[in-house]
């Protein structure tokens, strides 16, 4: 998902600005106190990696005597924070991401957040007049069910599972006048949003390039095609890593004959590292003495595919 522009409302020094295009680079230049930072600050809290904080808000716009707007800062009556803040966003749709939330290829999102209702993520669509049709999903079994009843409809199958009862009002909004309007998002909607990543010096540039590219390492994992080419090579790797460890097994026997038992386990997995873990290994004697036997070795094989071991230390 690709962000094309926001537009501002209520956000300290921006009361009403936008839309302000998205691109690569997008360069804010301007003196201090211009909005240069509350308009990074304000698109960190579109995309969900900022809170809004009470001092966020705009200070309500008053009239002075000549018609021109004035902060309410500058009126004698007590200062006022705007009720609502949000900041909207044009996003531009990949094929893939179109076919997987159901949505075309341009939608508007915003991120809105009132003393009434607190704060939120909306979707700009085509929804029903009647506001009691939106959303059913989220709704408990008794309001749709209390929604039918005022609205006429019924059920032909089990009238205590919830989805039939989200079917036939579904059904019967398809019926009614539509209207464009914003409508709580999806959680997979909101899943797809950019991630928000605040460079600085170089050790939190460093940090935030890892933060993000985990974050797509995880995504492009849960890719079916690529779920299944993973496992193919996790079962090839673990059958290679398995008779390597034989050997070594083999090898550890006949370097220390006294001990009870070696056992190597490798487990091979590209979600959580290449990882091998030696059990099995308790206290032995040695020429009828107690001895204990530390072994040890931890290979992982991490997101930059390094591998890496620690060492071997046997104690006698």
């Given at each position: 998902?690709?962000?094309?522009?926001?537009?501002?409302?209520?956000?300290?020094?921006?009361?009403?600005?936008?839309?302000?295009?998205?691109?690569?680079?997008?360069?804010?230049?301007?003196?201090?106190?211009?909005?240069?930072?509350?308009?990074?600050?304000?698109?960190?809290?579109?995309?969900?990696?900022?809170?809004?904080?009470?001092?966020?808000?705009?200070?309500?716009?008053?009239?002075?005597?000549?018609?021109?707007p004035a902060l309410a800062s500058d009126a004698p009556e007590p200062v006022r924070r705007v009720e609502a803040t949000?900041?909207?966003?044009?996003?531009?749709?990949?094929?893939?991401?179109?076919?997987?939330?159901?949505?075309?290829?341009?939608?508007?999102?915003?991120?809105?957040?009132?003393?009434e209702l607190g704060p939120r993520l909306e979707l700009l669509v085509d929804a029903p007049v009647d506001e009691s049709l939106r959303d059913l999903d989220a709704k408990p079994l008794s309001d749709l069910?209390?929604?039918?009843?005022?609205?006429g409809v019924t059920v032909t199958s089990d009238a205590r599972a919830k989805s039939n009862w989200v079917a036939a009002l579904q059904q019967f909004a398809e019926t009614q006048p539509f209207t464009?309007?914003?409508?709580?998002?999806?959680?997979?909607?909101?899943?797809a949003l950019p991630k928000f990543l605040r460079f600085g010096d170089a050790e939190s540039a460093e940090a935030a390039v890892r933060v993000a590219l985990n974050s797509r390492y995880r995504s492009h994992l849960e890719d079916e095609d690529l779920k299944q080419q993973v496992r193919s090579l996790e079962d090839e790797l673990g059958r290679r890593v398995r008779e390597d460890a034989q050997g070594l097994v083999d090898h550890i026997k006949q370097r220390c004959p006294?001990?009870?038992?070696?056992?190597?386990?490798?487990?091979?997995?590209?979600?959580?590292?290449?990882?091998?873990?030696?059990?099995?290994?308790?206290?032995?004697?040695?020429?009828?003495?107690?001895?204990?036997?530390?072994?040890?070795?931890?290979?992982?094989?991490?997101?930059?595919?390094?591998?890496?071991?620690?060492?071997?230390?046997?104690?006698?």
């Open positions: 998902m690709q962000l094309v522009s926001i537009s501002v409302h209520g956000f300290r020094s921006l009361q009403d600005v936008g839309p302000i295009p998205i691109r690569r680079p997008t360069l804010l230049t301007g003196h201090n106190d211009s909005g240069k930072s509350a308009t990074i600050d304000a698109l960190a809290f579109l995309l969900g990696a900022s809170p809004l904080a009470e001092e966020d808000r705009t200070f309500e716009a008053t009239r002075t005597g000549g018609g021109e949000w900041v909207e966003g044009e996003f531009r749709l990949s094929d893939q991401e179109q076919a997987d939330l159901a949505l075309p290829g341009t939608i508007l999102m915003r991120r809105l957040s009132s003393h069910r209390a929604t039918a009843a005022t609205l464009r309007a914003w409508v709580p998002a999806r959680k997979e909607v909101a899943a006294d001990l009870v038992s070696v056992e190597v386990q490798p487990d091979v997995s590209f979600t959580s590292g290449l990882r091998g873990w030696f059990e099995g290994l308790g206290p032995f004697r040695c020429e009828g003495e107690y001895a204990g036997f530390v072994f040890g070795q931890d290979i992982a094989v991490d997101h930059a595919f390094q591998l890496r071991a620690d060492a071997l230390d046997v104690v006698r």
